[in-house]
């Protein structure tokens, strides 16, 4: 027997309550035949004039609706916060945890039966599936795509090209006017940034776990083939409801190594790490930041894409999109996951083909054999921190230098060019206070600018960490998410400038020449900053948020309520 409806709870009552629920449906001009008793799918839309990446998801909704229809269901799309990440200040990350109690609160306080999750720019993926994770019904993904490659002068640009204009702009290699034309050049068609940054690792990744249909990851916003893949999944979300298929049936532990395999195979983004461990907390899947060393140790970087290779989403589309790049990985995947289309992953990639070895390297001649996110343990970050040798420079994998510690991110921009800082090649920069509670938010400024007179030397990179992020389209040898972050006490909080620290990606480590006596001294007489708010979302967001190796969720949000609702007011 059919397992009935969610949605009937509201609109098949009778009497007062009933309706109430259907009465001022009805006002929208809708005959109550068309949502009473069919699944009612909820489009939850991160649609905003102000994340330019998503601006095209109310015509990607309308296309969603048509394949809902088609299968007998009812579409009701819903707006959520939504999270652009060029415009928000001061950095969207402090908002995915609030983006993902609207979604969980959406969803579950609505009559809906399964959902379509429109996701594009970075934290919209992660803030929407944590939320349904929490909710758990029957759940699809759809991403907004790529952007068109950039053009520039005959040449092939896109975000990652940002940080060297920037510094050229600063060694006045190219002049303001120039860096203007390229702007209107880089973005130039709907969709999120067009190289592996975090927005495109997170559509990869929701592909890897099976959260959307086949081919969702590249396919670019501008292409008509995502309008069709977005009926197709309008078509099988009504279908899953049906079949009764639950996110927790889909985000088994199986799936999450899935996703770290390919993240590694791609160059996919430092953030992945933080955005898929509070994910797999949300749904209840045992993950810990060991596992992304464990689990993606052999594995090497296939993907030549910005920013650890040369090539953009599109020519990923074309070259065979994320299938290609899994049925390479075969021997390494748990290919029995099942999948959103009810499939497994192996039966999902099985047809497809690589049509361009340049950009998708086979195993037996990978673009890098270095590849993945390296997970860091030592003295200097008692509870890792990570670094992506991909995008890093391969002589400073192994690197002993002395620190210039930055106390926060106002002290670095006063210092930094500055002639008389005491920097050199061998130097390791050391940024606090850009973590979770310090900043707050943990901002993308780990991969902190070079300092100029530096650069005037033709040194391009050196070895720097911080508690914060970085952009996904970011590179350099950049350690990321020292926890415990400065703002707790930790070790990290009291380095100073002159230490000694040494690097050392082959062994796992990190670590300050320092005394466990003289650590503890320095930490005894260690006194935190006053916190920057104490009411308000971010008020609560400091009290509550979670270090950076445990997800940076807020501690009471690890979990699931389910989709039980627990009083009926009516
Ligand atoms: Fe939205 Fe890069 S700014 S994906």
Redesign the pocket.
């Known amino acids: 027997m059919e397992k009935k409806l969610r949605s009937t709870g509201w609109f098949g009552r009778t009497g007062k309550d009933g309706f109430i629920y259907r009465a001022w449906m009805k006002n929208q001009g809708i005959p109550d035949y068309e949502f009473n008793n069919k699944p009612v799918i909820g489009i939850c839309n991160t649609w905003s004039e102000l ?3 998503n601006a095209h998801f109310r015509d990607l909704a309308e296309t969603v609706k048509k394949g809902i229809y088609e299968a007998g269901g009812f579409p009701v799309e819903f707006p959520v916060m939504s999270l ?3 415009l928000m200040k001061p950095t969207a990350m402090l908002y995915r945890n609030l983006v993902s109690m609207d979604v969980e609160e959406s969803i579950r306080a609505n009559p809906l039966d399964g959902v379509v999750l429109l996701c ?3 934290k919209t993926t992660p803030a929407l599936v944590m939320g349904a994770c929490s909710v758990n019904l029957p759940t699809i993904v759809v991403s907004g795509g790529p952007m068109l490659t950039g053009r520039h002068k005959g040449a092939a640009i896109g ?1 990652s090209d940002l940080w060297r204009y920037h510094d050229a702009v600063r060694e006045e290699k190219i002049t303001q006017e120039e860096l203007m034309t390229i702007e209107g050049s880089m973005c130039r068609s709907s969709g ?2 067009a190289v592996m ?3 495109s690792t997170m559509a990869c990744m929701v592909e890897a776990l099976g959260l959307s249909l086949p081919g969702n990851a590249a396919i670019p916003a501008a292409d008509a083939r995502r309008k069709v893949l977005a009926q197709f999944s309008g078509l099988r979300i009504v279908e899953m409801v049906k079949e009764d298929v639950k996110l927790s049936d889909i985000l088994t532990r199986d799936a999450f190594e899935n996703a770290i395999i390919s993240n590694a195979a791609i160059g996919g983004s430092t953030n992945f790490v933080i955005h898929l461990i509070a994910i797999a907390r949300r749904i209840g899947v045992n993950l810990t930041l060991d596992d992304f060393n464990n689990i993606a140790s052999n594995v090497p970087l296939l993907v030549n894409l910005q920013p650890s290779g040369k090539y953009f989403m599109e020519d990923l589309y074309y070259a065979g999109g994320l299938p290609a790049v899994l049925k390479e990985l075969h021997q390494f995947l748990h290919n029995d996951c099942i999948t959103v289309n009810g499939k497994t992953i192996g039966h999902n990639y099985k047809p497809s083909e690589c049509h361009n070895r340049e950009v998708i390297a086979g195993l037996d001649a990978p673009f890098n054999p270095v590849s993945g996110v390296i997970v860091l343990k030592g003295n200097l970050c008692e509870n890792g921190a990570v670094i992506k040798p991909s995008a890093a420079t391969p002589a400073l994998m192994q690197h002993t230098g002395k620190a210039v510690v930055f106390e926060d991110v106002d002290d670095f921009k006063n210092r930094i060019d500055d002639r008389d800082l005491e920097v050199d090649e061998s130097s390791i920069l050391v940024l606090k206070n850009v973590g979770p509670k310090g900043y707050p938010g943990m901002p993308e400024v780990g991969n902190m600018g070079m300092p100029k007179k530096l650069l005037e030397k033709g040194i391009t990179d050196i070895v720097r960490i911080s508690d914060g992020r970085m952009s996904g ?1 970011g590179f350099g040898t950049v350690v990321l998410h020292a926890s415990p972050e400065a703002a707790c006490g930790g070790n990290f909080s009291v380095v100073q400038s002159g230490d000694v620290i040494t690097l050392n990606v082959p062994e796992c480590s990190l670590h300050v020449h320092l005394s466990d006596e003289e650590l503890q001294e320095r930490k005894q007489r260690w006194k935190p900053k006053p916190a920057i708010a104490d009411r308000g979302y971010v008020g609560l967001y400091i009290q509550h948020v979670e270090q950076a190796h445990l997800g940076a969720d807020m501690d009471f949000l690890t979990g699931m309520s389910g989709s039980e609702v627990s009083k009926d007011s009516h």
Do not use: M
Request: with cysteine.
């Open positions: 994340t330019p990446c652009g990440e060029t594009g720019c970075d975000t999120h940034c940054g975090t927005a389209t």
